[in-house]
Structure formats: C-alpha cells, structure tokens
C-alpha cells in the first residue's frame, strides 16, 4: 500500500516530460549532480536556525539601531480590567451589535464606552513602533543579501540574457552550489516567515499572505524538485529586489524621516511594478508558459507550475492596486497616508501609544503612528 501511494506521488507521468524516467536523473555525468528532492528536507531544520537569527539580529544590530534613532518602545494603553469583558475578549475580539447589547444591560454601560474597551484591549496587545522596526530591519537585511548573491550568480548565467537557455537539455541540468545556496536559503527564511506570521504583527490581509507564503513556498519546493532551478532563480531574484525598497520605506516611516518614507515608498512603487507587472509576466511567465512549451513540450506538472505562477501574478495584481493608491496621495499629498490596513486602531478622542509620562509633548497620536498598512507591518514579501 506505501508503495502504490509512493509511486502515485511520484509519478513519472505528472512530474517529468515524456520520454523521460527518474532511472535517467539518478545517473548525472560524472562531477555534477542533479536536483533530489531531499536537499529539500535541510531546509526545515534551517529555517529554525534562520528564526534564530532573526532573534539574534533584532536583538543585538536592530534595537541598538532603533535607540540611535530614538524609537522608543512606547507604553500601549492599558484597558481598564474588566473581568467580564476580558473573558468575551478572548472567544471574541470584535463583539457583534447583539454582544454588545447584552453587555451593556449586564454592567450599565454605554455601548460607545464598550467599544472603546475592546479597541483600547486589541490595541494593548499591538506591537511596539521598535517591534516593527527590527521585524522590517532583518526583512530588509535579508533581501538585500540574498538578492546581491542571488544577482551575483544570475549575472554570469546565459539564461539570464537568453531564456530560452532554461529550457536546453531540461531536465538533464545539474544542480550548481550557487543555486542549491540560494533555494536552501529562501526556503528556510519563507518557512521561518510564514510560522512567525502567527507570532508577527497581525495584518487585515493576512489570509492573504498566508496563501502567498504557501504558494511560494509550494512553487520553490515545486521548481526544486522537478529541477527548474534556472528559472526558479530569475522568479526569486524578480521578486526581491522590490520588496528591498518596501522595508527600507518602512524603516524609514518608523524613524520618522517622512519625505524619506515618501520617496523610498514611490521607488518601491516602480519597481514593483516594472518587476511584478512587466519582466515577470512578460519575461519569466512567458518563458515557461511559451519558451518551454515550444522547447520541452508541456506535461502535467508543467500545468500546475503556470498555474502557481498565474495565482502570484493575480495577488501582484492586487497589491499594485493598493499601493498605487498610497503612491498617488504620496505624490501629490506630500505623505504617505494612512488607508484602512492599519496595525493601530484608533478614534478621534484616544491616544494609542503614550512614550513616557516625563515627556508628555511627544506622545504619539493615532494620526502618527500608523501612516499606511502598507508601511506598518507584513506586506507581500514576494
């Protein structure tokens, strides 16, 4: 029975091109070696040691970054205690208008009065303007590393000026230390990304990035393991070097240096789209849906991965929709402007975040601290 099911799974008709057995990848030319699904397996035990890292790294290079630049942690709110309410607050964080009737009458309050209760308890538990700092330092530092090293090797590679190089002699392409470097490593950091969404600072559009994460993480296990690296690496990189300006507009909204914010989130905005919205359709999406199909031929696994690549060009689709948006009121507004994902909840009589009681002129209002969803937390990272 294991066996049959193993042999459904790994079907040479779904996952290789006609004509073309598993017996043929198990013997490579001498010196090299092809693609095996279970490098895909160190990846795992990785992406712990890349969560690591990352505490490491906010710990030791972004706080002492974030005190130099003077983002305090801040004192949230706190709501008053109430048992009652807390304990509809942890089955509920948003009651209905029917829950709140029935509050109301149970302790004599004004329904308004309950509703700032449960904003001023969501908000309690909101991370800190120097939590999202370090959360987008190491997104940042990240991204940038593993997009210089990814572009470092692509640079020499023919099928970077020449596509349909990804797709000569495939599947018999063996696997370079560069591209097992570069899998090995966004795998373990998507990993790692996709557990610590359940921990991170908690977004409106966070189905939305959970299927993101997944079908990136589905698409370069996908790609590694029917051994379409070389394309595999021009969707990586493709996708990076946008998302390096998105954290360094973060940084620079939580530091406060705005026309910075402003300038960084427009540069993102090109990026994005001449990167998701011009050579990732028009350059990788065309190579594998046509370059591979007048070259190889298509078969069944070839239609899952068009089919991954189209539901990633759909959310870039999305996105560049809400980030125009932003972009647009940071040109002709002067500021990046807040829109309706955004961490802090606020109302116009409330103040989230209070710095220190000593210095009561820099406390920060809701107008301050949260600009845009987008520059606030998570935001498609790929």
Known sequence: MTSSISDWIWSERFWLPENVTWADLERPPTGAEYPRIRHILYALPLAVVVFLLRLLFERLVAKPCAHILQIQVGVP???????????????????????????????????????????????????????????????????????????????????????????????????????????????????????????????????????????????????????????????????????????????????????????????????????????YPFWVVYSVLVESWEIVGPYQAWWLLNGLLLVLQTLHVIWFYLIARIAIKAIFKGKVAKDDRSDIESSSDEEIYSSSSKNPSQTLKPKDSSHTGNLNGETHDH
Not at 82 to 107: H, I
Not at 114 to 119: V, Y
Not at 137 to 161: A, D, E, K, N
Not at 162 to 178: A, I, V
């Open 77 to 279: 709110r706190q709501a008053q205690p109430n048992a009652v309410l807390e304990k509809v607050f942890q089955s509920k964080m948003c009651p209905d208008t029917r829950q709140l009737e029935g509050l109301s009458k149970q302790l004599d309050w004004d329904e308004r009065k309950i509703q700032r209760w449960f904003r001023v308890r969501r908000n309690q538990d909101r991370p800190s303007m120097q939590k999202k700092f370090c959360e987008s330092m190491w997104r940042f530092t990240f991204y940038l590393g593993i997009f210089i090293y990814g572009i470092r090797h692509l640079w020499v590679s023919p099928w970077m000026w020449d596509t349909r190089q990804c797709w000569y002699n495939y599947p018999f392409q063996p696997l370079s230390p560069g591209q097992f470097n570069h899998y090995a490593a966004e795998l373990a950091f998507y990993w790692a990304l996709m557990f610590s969404q359940f921990i991170d600072i908690k977004r409106k559009d966070f189905i939305m990035m959970l299927v993101h994460h997944l079908a990136t993480i589905f698409l370069i296990t996908f790609s590694y393991a029917n051994n379409m690296l070389r394309v595999g690496t021009l969707v990586m990189c493709v996708h990076d070097a946008s998302d390096i300006f998105l954290e360094a507009a973060k940084l620079a909204n939580y530091a406060k240096y705005q026309r910075l914010c402003d300038g960084l989130f427009v540069v993102f905005s090109i990026s994005f789209f001449f990167t998701r919205l011009v050579i």
